[in-house]
């Protein structure tokens, strides 16, 4: 049985469900809680759209799951390193800027701001950047109420290092199983238990081998998993653990194309691991 602090669920960019019909298909699952993620600024960043929005409610309501967090997942291709006035660098700003609203408006507690692809930090100059744009973030969502959760896979000492730079108490770290194994060939475990300080109330499950991600099932990649469940359970986390496995894509897909079995028997994996 899984123990009192933990609760599951899932990323929306983790399944095909279509839109707010990922809040059945979570609750179908026996899943609490569902990461949402803003959309394309070439789609207009949908979630901002108050239609949009109160569709995911009335179907949160409806099938009893909440929602972790909103995804500004943009600065995956835009470029959040940039200088301020370029196009990268406007388009990351109003991405933030509309998943802040949005949070606000949802009532939703945190937006994540990813640093990976073409905004992975990997100077010192990229890092101070990156730093100014999540002190912009924080400023601007501390007078909603909402917290930043930034991803990414700077080493404790960096990560710590940035936190002190920006300073603000709503600056957190949401942090992932497999990220700090994949791109940079970090010890996850290790990693955790030393940013255990900045974390927030969320962290990303995946795995994966041969340097694919989110393409393996929990504790059958190369990540080692059940090693960081143990450190996430020395620290004393309390919080979401949300799935983040590629479940309809390659590799996975071809193991077993219904989708739902591989999500249960990662959350059967998680809940074991767990208890």
């Not at 901002?48 to 569709?55: G, I, K, L």
């Not at 200088?83 to 802040?100: F, K, L």
């Not at 060939?185 to 795995?207: F, M, N, T």
Request: net charge negative; aromatic share 8%.
């Amino acid at each position: 049985m899984l123990d009192g602090r933990y609760r599951l669920g899932i990323c929306q960019w983790s399944v095909d469900a279509e839109g707010a019909d990922i809040c059945r298909f979570a609750a179908e699952l026996g899943l609490e809680g569902v990461q949402l993620e803003i959309g394309t600024y070439e789609d207009g960043f949908p979630l901002s759209r108050p239609s949009v929005q109160r569709e995911f409610l009335d179907s949160a309501s409806e099938y009893g799951v909440r929602f972790t967090s909103i995804a500004a997942r943009v600065t995956d291709q835009y470029d959040m390193t940039q200088p301020a006035g370029t196009e990268d660098s406007r388009i990351v700003w109003e991405a933030i800027v509309r998943s802040i609203e949005a949070a606000e408006a949802m009532k939703i507690p945190s937006v994540m701001i990813g640093s990976f692809l073409a905004s992975d930090i990997k100077t010192e100059e990229d890092l101070v950047r990156t730093a100014e744009v999540l002190t912009d973030a924080c400023d601007y969502a501390a007078k909603r109420g909402i917290v930043i959760a930034a991803e990414n896979v700077l080493s404790p000492d960096d990560m710590h290092r940035m936190a002190k730079m920006i300073g603000r108490p709503n600056l957190k770290l949401l942090f992932d199983t497999q990220n700090y194994k994949l791109f940079r060939g970090y010890d996850p475990a290790e990693a955790l238990e030393r940013l255990a300080p900045l974390l927030c109330d969320q962290v990303h499950v995946k795995d994966g081998s041969g340097g694919q991600i989110s393409a393996a099932l929990l504790g059958e990649g190369d990540s080692g998993f059940f090693r960081t469940m143990e450190t996430l359970k020395k620290i004393g986390y309390s919080g979401w653990l949300l799935l983040e496995n590629y479940y309809f894509k390659e590799p996975l897909r071809s193991r077993q194309p219904d989708l739902v079995k591989l999500i249960l028997e990662d959350k059967r994996i998680l809940t074991e691991a767990l208890s």
